[in-house]
């Protein structure tokens, strides 16, 4: 498997594998050009970091965060809200009072930052394709992604993942070194764990 920063030419592969390891996510149901659009969003902004692992030049699995979560959020609204919301249009008519509800917190979310800690890079999404998962493709991505925001002198990794129907995810995380810092609730009383890892 070979590791490497993912370009443009891979936007269309990671939004496959995603739509393969997240199936029935709320951002898998608004579609390939919307998640286009959102990863591309890592490649655009400077703090993005987008790593993908390849065999035989085929996807198997993607990292995508930022090593400055604040900012990330709101330049991607910025310079991207129209599009994100056309993108979204069709989910909406299909069914606009959930869709509107979550897109807009989707749209205006900000990282998420554990409280009383500063700096640290946010991992926003990692998955693996279902042919290869449970072959440490996850773990090689993690452990690329922490290098890079070490490289980017941030001093912990950080991300967010359900607690509830979600144990092998969870412990991945655990088997990797991260924590658990706290835990809240999402909209709609969704249990999250935060974890931390220091790098
Ligand atoms: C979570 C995920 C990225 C882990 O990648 P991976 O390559 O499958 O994991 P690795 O092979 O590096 O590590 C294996 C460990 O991950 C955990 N794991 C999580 N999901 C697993 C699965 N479906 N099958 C096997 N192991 C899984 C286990 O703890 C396993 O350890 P074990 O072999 O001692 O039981 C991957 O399974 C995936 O894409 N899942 C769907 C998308 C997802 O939920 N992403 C995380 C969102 S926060």
């Given at each position: ?13 990671v ?26 969003g ?11 692992a ?109 607690e ?13 070194g ?22």
């Amino acid at each position: 498997m070979k590791y490497r920063p993912a370009d443009e030419h891979d936007i269309a592969a990671v939004t496959e594998v995603h739509v393969a390891a997240f199936p029935g996510f709320f951002l898998t149901s608004l579609g390939s050009r919307f998640l286009d659009e959102m990863y591309r969003g890592f490649l655009l902004h400077s703090s993005g970091i987008f790593l993908v692992a390849e065999e035989e030049g085929q996807i198997m699995g993607f990292a995508a965060g930022t090593s400055a979560p604040t900012s990330f959020f709101s330049d991607l609204r910025r310079r991207r809200f129209l599009s994100f919301l056309c993108y979204a249009f069709p989910a909406l008519l299909r069914n606009p009072k959930v869709v509107f509800i979550k897109l807009f917190k989707a749209i205006f979310y900000r990282g998420d930052q554990p409280a009383g800690l500063n700096g640290g890079a946010l991992l926003s999404s990692i998955g693996v394709s279902p042919a290869v998962v449970g072959k440490s493709v996850g773990q090689g991505l993690l452990t690329r992604f922490e290098h890079e925001a070490l490289s980017r002198g941030q001093k912990f990794v950080y991300l967010t993942t359900d607690e509830v129907g979600n144990d092998r995810v969870n412990a991945f995380y655990r088997k990797n070194g991260y924590v658990i810092e706290s835990r809240f609730n999402q909209h709609a009383g969704r249990a999250m764990f935060r974890y931390v890892k220091n790098i």
